[in-house]
Each structure stands twice: as C-alpha cells, then as structure tokens.
C-alpha cells in the first residue's frame, strides 16, 4: 500500500489550528482529491455551527485570493453568473439577482472611488 495523503490536523493552546500534510499524488488521482475536497466542502456547509454569513470586519484577519480570474455573464433571465477562480476549488460561481448585480458593481465603484483606507491584515 501506497501513502498518497498523510495529514495532522493540530490546536495550540489558543486554540488556533494548524494542518500539516504530505501529498505524494499521481496526476490520475486529481480528480479524486478534488471529489474528495468537494465532499469534504460540503459537510462543513452542512455542519454546525454554520459559516458566519458575516464578511471580516475591518481589521480582522484575512487571506485573500490575489488577482483572481473572474467571468460575469448572463443567465437565460438576464441575472448575473459571477465565477471568481479559486485556487484550490476551481472556478465558483455565484447566481445573483439583476438588482444584487447593480448592487455589487455599486459597491466595487464605491470602493475603488474611496481615498485609500488602512488595509485589512493580510496573513
């Protein structure tokens, strides 16, 4: 028996957690790591508790995705299929509503319009 994945999931006394892993993975197996990641997100969109529906508050912690790829287009009705590309999980795309959409471009120009704000921090 081979050993494609060995993992130690471990929580200081803070209780910060900490994974640890080896991937020794031939390309064929890929696509059952990602049946298996796929799985695994979605047992914990289905755990409790649930995922904070809250963004970060300014200030707190976060690990952004830089320079993404992103794709909008129109679903059949004429709503927005937002894809952003994440580099674990593939392309992800979200189905928001005409008016969500109006809503997300408004905010992204409210943003970019803005003086410069001291910036989250970034792990």
Do not use: C
Not at 97 to 103: F, K, L, S, V, W
């Amino acid at each position: 028996m081979k050993e494609i994945l060995a993992a130690v999931l471990s929580e200081d006394e803070h209780g910060n957690f900490d994974l640890a892993y080896h991937l020794d993975a031939p390309e064929e197996l890929v696509p059952r790591l990602d049946k298996m990641l796929s799985t695994l997100v979605q047992a914990r969109a289905a755990a409790q508790p649930p995922v904070s529906p809250e963004p970060p508050r300014p200030g707190e912690s976060i690990t952004p995705i830089v320079n993404s790829g992103w794709r909008a287009d129109p679903d059949i009705a004429g709503n927005l299929l937002l894809s952003l590309h994440h580099p674990a999980l593939g392309w992800v795309t979200w189905h928001l509503p005409r008016h969500a959409g109006h809503e997300l471009s408004a905010g992204i120009v409210r943003v970019l319009d803005q003086e410069a704000q001291p910036p989250a921090q970034v792990q």
